[in-house]
C-alpha cells in the first residue's frame, strides 16, 4: 500500500515541475489532485488497519486469550518454529514502530539471535533469555518475533493503558 502512496507522491511531484516551468494550472491542480488521492489511500489503509479492529485483529492473530485485563496473544502450536529455525519477523506498522521505540517494556532476547520475544512466547520454551527493555532491543538491531508478535501486543497494551 506504501508502494503506491509512493508512487502518486512522485507523480504529484512529476506534475509540479511542468506546474512551475510552463505557469499552466493545469498541470498544478492534476499535482494536487495526485497529492489529495496519495492521502486519500493512506487514510484509508489506516482505517482498515487501526487498532482494535475486529476484522484486522482475527486476520492476525490465531488464538487469543485474556489475563490481567490485558489481550495476550497465544500462537497456535503450528505457527512455532522448529527450535533449529528462526522464527520470521513480526511486520510492524510504522506507527506502531514510533510506539515501540518510547517503550520500556521488558521483552527477551537470547544469545546470537537476532529476535526480541514476549516472555510468553512458545519459541523460547526452555532457552536462556536475556531481559533488555524493548527500546535497547530495538537499538542493538534486534527485530520482533512473528510467533508472539512483541509490538503489537506492547503497542496494544500502551494504547489501552494510555
Same mark, same amino acid.
Given at each position: 500500500?506504501?508502494?503506491? *502512496?509512493?508512487?502518486? +507522491? &512522485? =507523480? !504529484? $511531484?512529476? @506534475?509540479?515541475?511542468?506546474?512551475?516551468?510552463?505557469?499552466?494550472?493545469?498541470? /498544478?491542480?492534476?499535482? *494536487?489532485?495526485?497529492? +489529495? &488521492? =496519495? !492521502? $486519500?489511500? @493512506?487514510?484509508?489503509?489506516?482505517?482498515?488497519?487501526?487498532?482494535?479492529?475486529? /476484522?484486522?485483529?482475527?486476520?492476525?492473530?490465531?488464538?487469543? =486469550?485474556?489475563?490481567?485485563?490485558?489481550?495476550?496473544?497465544?500462537?497456535?502450536?503450528?505457527?512455532?518454529?522448529?527450535?533449529?529455525?528462526?522464527?520470521?519477523?513480526?511486520?510492524?506498522?510504522?506507527?506502531?514502530?514510533?510506539?515501540?521505540?518510547?517503550?520500556?517494556?521488558?521483552?527477551?532476547?537470547?544469545?546470537?539471535?537476532?529476535?526480541?520475544?514476549?516472555?510468553?512466547?512458545?519459541?523460547?520454551?526452555?532457552?536462556?533469555?536475556?531481559?533488555?527493555?524493548?527500546?535497547?532491543?530495538?537499538?542493538?538491531?534486534?527485530?520482533?518475533?512473528?510467533?508472539?508478535?512483541?509490538?503489537?501486543?506492547?503497542?496494544?497494551?500502551?494504547?489501552?493503558?494510555?
Amino acid at each position: 500500500m506504501l508502494f503506491v *502512496v509512493l508512487l502518486l +507522491v &512522485l =507523480a !504529484a $511531484l512529476g @506534475l509540479l515541475v511542468p506546474a512551475l516551468t510552463t505557469s499552466n494550472t493545469i498541470w /498544478a491542480w492534476s499535482s *494536487v489532485g495526485a497529492s +489529495v &488521492l =496519495a !492521502a $486519500l489511500v @493512506l487514510a484509508w489503509d489506516w482505517w482498515r488497519r487501526r487498532p482494535g479492529d475486529p /476484522a484486522a485483529d482475527a486476520q492476525s492473530v490465531d488464538q487469543q =486469550a485474556v489475563a490481567d485485563d490485558q489481550r495476550v496473544v497465544v500462537p497456535a502450536e503450528a505457527d512455532t518454529p522448529p527450535a533449529d529455525e528462526e522464527p520470521p519477523e513480526e511486520d510492524t506498522d510504522a506507527a506502531d514502530l514510533l510506539v515501540v521505540a518510547d517503550l520500556v517494556d521488558e521483552v527477551r532476547v537470547l544469545d546470537e539471535r537476532p529476535r526480541y520475544h514476549l516472555s510468553s512466547c512458545s519459541w523460547l520454551a526452555g532457552r536462556p533469555t536475556l531481559g533488555l527493555p524493548v527500546q535497547e532491543a530495538r537499538q542493538l538491531q534486534f527485530t520482533p518475533c512473528a510467533v508472539c508478535t512483541p509490538d503489537a501486543v506492547l503497542v496494544r497494551r500502551s494504547r489501552t493503558s494510555g
